[in-house]
């Protein structure tokens, strides 16, 4: 458990904030959930349907053109998009 918390600290510490215009901003959501069952809450019409793997081809990135685009560290895929709003 504790092992757990320290993976999840230095996920939030590398990829749970960003520097917008000369001040650190927090990330609103930096995880992509992993395929399975939907687990809507209450009434939800997707609840029991399956969820798909999204795959880095259909993962746009956003970063400054100064910024250092960050590896795709699945092995023969690439970003979908690269874009610098």
Request: proline residues 8%.
């Amino acid at each position: 458990r504790k092992l757990n918390k320290a993976e999840r600290n230095e996920a939030m510490f590398n990829f749970g904030y960003a520097l917008v215009d000369g001040h650190i901003e927090k990330v609103g959501n930096y995880n992509m959930e992993p395929p399975g069952a939907f687990r809507g809450r209450g009434e939800h019409p997707k609840m029991g349907k399956l969820k798909n793997r999204v795959y880095p081809e259909q993962v746009a990135v956003n970063v400054s053109e100064c910024a250092r685009v960050p590896p795709c560290n699945a092995p023969g895929h690439a970003w979908g998009e690269l874009r610098h709003d």
